[in-house]
T-cell receptor, first 112, second 109 residues
Framework: NAGVTQTPKFQVLKTGQSMTLQCAQDMNHEYMSWYRQDPGMGLRLIHYSVGAGITDQGEVPNGYNVSRSTTEDFPLRLLSAAPSQTSVYFC???????????FGPGTRLTVL | RKEVEQDPGPFNVPEGATVAFNCTYSNSASQSFFWYRQDCRKEPKLLMSVYSSGNEDGRFTAQLNRASQYISLLIRDSKLSDSATYLCVVRDSGYALNFGKGTSLLVTP
């Protein structure tokens, strides 16, 4: 199993650009989530999904959209990038919300 | 947002030393507790879950005190490879994990 994969690993955007961060898992996990990690801060939950077709907001959802059309994929869309969205983004998955969450390697995003 | 507080460190210890980290959480209804390890510029990885009865995994011992709302991690016989940031993580009634900011450990020769 590849586990949780994320692409791209690095990305530089200009303010106002949009892009999609990809996340995929091959473990047949129902629960998937997106976190961001900023210096001096703990990881913060952006959005999560408890199964295909179901998504919900986390702690810091503004400026981001998600969808879950398949069990495997959970892309995160930045609608209009802002410098405040410069961060490291981690995708995670688990069998259920109560189980151990496995993290992808992260995407390092810089917004100029 | 429910808080999870950790001493950021850094803790600098020599090889072979014993080191302990503590973590406090604010939500008395929290249900699950974990320690994750994060290496520099890598993703967090589960180190161990923390149970009310306490649990041990090799050189690592985790304990939970629900009355005082704190969690501890003890590392015995520290190795150079233990150098990392240790994240205290708490799950409340929903699915979301609440992360502490992490405690940095540097084990020196």
């Amino acid at each position: 199993n590849a586990g949780v994969t994320q692409t791209p690993k690095f990305q530089v955007l200009k303010t106002g650009q949009s892009m999609t961060l990809q996340c995929a898992q091959d473990m047949n996990h129902e629960y998937m989530s997106w976190y961001r990690q900023d210096p001096g801060m703990g990881l913060r939950l952006i959005h999560y999904s408890v199964g295909a077709g179901i998504t919900d907001q986390g702690e810091v959802p503004n400026g981001y959209n998600v969808s879950r059309s398949t069990t495997e994929d959970f892309p995160l869309r930045l609608l209009s990038a802002a410098p405040s969205q410069t961060s490291v983004y981690f995708c995670a998955s688990s069998y259920s919300g109560e189980d151990t969450q496995y993290f992808g390697p992260g995407t390092r995003l810089t917004v100029l | 947002r429910k808080e999870v507080e950790q001493d950021p460190g850094p803790f600098n210890v020599p090889e072979g030393a014993t080191v302990a980290f503590n973590c406090t959480y604010s939500n008395s209804a929290s249900q699950s507790f974990f320690w994750y390890r994060q290496d520099c510029r890598k993703e967090p990885k589960l180190l161990m879950s923390v149970y009310s009865s306490g649990n041990e995994d090799g050189r690592f011992t985790a304990q939970l005190n629900r009355a005082s709302q704190y969690i501890s991690l003890l590392i015995r016989d520290s190795k150079l490879s233990d150098s990392a940031t240790y994240l205290c993580v708490v799950r409340d009634s929903g699915y979301a994990l609440n992360f502490g900011k992490g405690t940095s450990l540097l084990v020196t020769p």
